[in-house]
């Protein structure tokens, strides 16, 4: 999930900071305080991650595009200037336009707005661009919400009894509400000093940066692993009480499965996992230049001398086509596989199924699944001809039977048709003329289309009418009977119009 920073550079962020008698700090030595310390923690924890410095004030400027280089944001944070006022508005325009440029809509994206809640005066202020909401045309929109998922953080260098004495609190809830909700506002506890904004950047990292750590078990076998990025909570919204389900932290492998038995399952997120021993590994070659970081470093690249269980697996499942089903919680499953970044790099990947015990219908329950040796047979047959997937459900779903469906008036007009075509050789095609018949009765009756049964009956008594001298003299009398049964039926009435009702051959000395 990449994060764009976004620094306001504006005078306000130039006013001074008494530090207990020594020297003066300015609100942006603060500010660039807080986001080293940030950068520094990405570095040693989220290497994986891309993040892009952008400043603003009147204007916004793209100072580092994205990357995992943090030496060279770090750099660039040592280098701010200092410009003129504040303008919100242009600087989330420009964060929608780095974004899209280089992820495009799909990728969720993580924006941390660094400020000192002065929000702008006059027009370009934050409080006027809130204020001209609705008398905006399409061309001068508002840029929030974003067209890609985000999460909004709001880093504010004041207090939180400084932004009540004016607006500034209320104006940027409201910008958190626009920009969906998913995020939150930060301000400093207590006096505007290093270690308040060191406390504030902490629960920003516990809140949004803190690795995910896991052990992957499988049977004897355990690795230490980091899932990137961090998985979210879900929320279940069948359930009566839904409350967030989170992934556990001991992630039990069930099984293995072929790949072309899981297909291309729906998921709710991928992630990365990595070895914990790669990572300490990573640090000891060394501090990694901007075109080595931009290099993902790959388990089977970087798995070392010392044996890890995580390279095993990742091999294996590559080596095999196979999948492993990890459990990721009480009814919560997910999946382990090997995907190819290149032709010579690849990584470990995890999905989340939706929470469930059938997240897959085709498998059926995943704790049905159980290991070939137990079966009585070998369910892929002796030289793996067959397959045991997809299960076959058993209760006959709806949409299995021959229902019919009139989509476009032609279908309808091919059924009355081939009603009449068999009405045209009665008595010889009675048996599909009356089967044709009740097909279409009960579909009118499931719709409601009470005309359709009018209208065939006069149909069938025109039939009749237009029978040639030839004609075997059963037709008429069948005919009629079901022109009367069909009219009887258009009436609504429960003794004639049940739908399991089937209209049955009038019996006649000729029916013989």
Avoid at 447 to 476: I, Q
């Amino acid at each position: 999930m990449p994060t764009v920073v976004l620094m306001d550079v504006s005078l306000s962020m130039t006013r001074p900071v008494s530090l207990d008698g020594s020297e003066e700090f300015q609100r942006k030595n603060l500010a660039v305080h807080g986001l080293n310390m940030l950068f520094e923690h990405m570095a040693s924890n989220y290497r994986l991650e891309f993040t892009a410095l952008m400043a603003f004030s009147s204007l916004w400027e793209l100072l580092v595009p994205f990357t995992r280089d943090y030496n060279a944001l770090q750099e660039a944070l040592s280098n701010l200037e200092d410009y003129d006022k504040t303008c919100v508005e242009s600087a989330l325009h420009g964060v929608n336009n780095v974004v899209q440029q280089e992820w495009g809509n799909a990728c969720p994206c993580q924006v941390v707005l660094v400020t000192d809640g002065s929000l702008g005066i006059g027009k370009g202020s934050l409080r006027h661009s809130l204020q001209t909401l609705k008398q905006r045309g399409d061309d001068k929109k508002f840029p929030l919400p974003f067209p890609f998922p985000t999460k909004l953080f709001v880093m504010c260098i004041a207090n939180a009894e400084e932004l009540q004495m004016t607006d500034g609190m209320d104006n940027l809830e409201e910008l958190l509400r626009l920009s969906g909700g998913d995020g939150q506002i930060f301000t400093m506890e207590g006096p505007l000093c290093m270690k308040s904004v060191q406390a504030m950047f902490g629960r920003l990292i516990d809140h949004a940066y803190s690795p995910f750590h896991a052990v992957l078990h499988c049977g004897n076998l355990s690795s230490d692993v980091q899932v990137f990025p961090r998985p979210e909570p879900i929320i279940v919204d069948d359930e009566v009480d839904p409350m967030p389900r989170n992934v556990n932290t001991d992630l039990e492998i069930m099984g293995f499965i072929e790949i072309a038995d899981i297909a291309s399952p729906p998921v709710i997120s991928r992630h990365l996992v990595l070895p914990i021993a790669v990572n300490k590994e990573v640090d000891e070659v060394g501090a990694g230049t901007a075109e080595e970081l931009e290099e993902e470093p790959s388990s089977s690249q970087m798995a070392g001398k010392s044996p890890n269980f995580c390279v095993l697996l990742h091999g294996s499942l590559k080596v095999e086509g196979m999948v492993a089903l990890v459990q990721l919680g009480p009814e919560w499953y997910g999946m382990l596989y090997s995907q190819a970044d290149s032709k010579k790099k690849s990584n470990l990947m995890m999905s989340l199924f939706e929470p469930g015990s059938e997240p897959l219908p085709w498998l059926g329950k995943i704790s049905h699944l159980g290991p070939i040796s137990e079966a009585a047979e070998n369910p892929y047959g002796e030289d793996d001809s067959k397959s045991p997937f997809p299960l076959q459900p058993p209760v006959k779903r709806s949409y299995a039977q021959n229902v019919t469906v009139w989509i476009k008036a032609s279908g309808l007009q091919t059924d009355v048709q081939k009603i009449l075509r068999n009405a045209r050789k009665l008595p010889d095609k009675t048996q599909t003329f009356y089967k044709e018949l009740n097909r279409l009765r009960k579909a009118a009756l499931a719709f409601g289309f009470w005309e359709l049964l009018k209208g065939v009956a006069e149909l069938l008594e025109r039939e009749c009418t237009m029978l040639p001298d030839s004609a075997h003299p059963d037709a008429a009398f069948q005919l009629s009977h079901a022109a009367q049964q069909l009219k009887l039926a258009s009436t609504g009435d429960s003794q004639y119009a049940a739908f399991d009702h089937n209209i049955v051959p009038m019996h006649t000395d000729f029916s013989s």
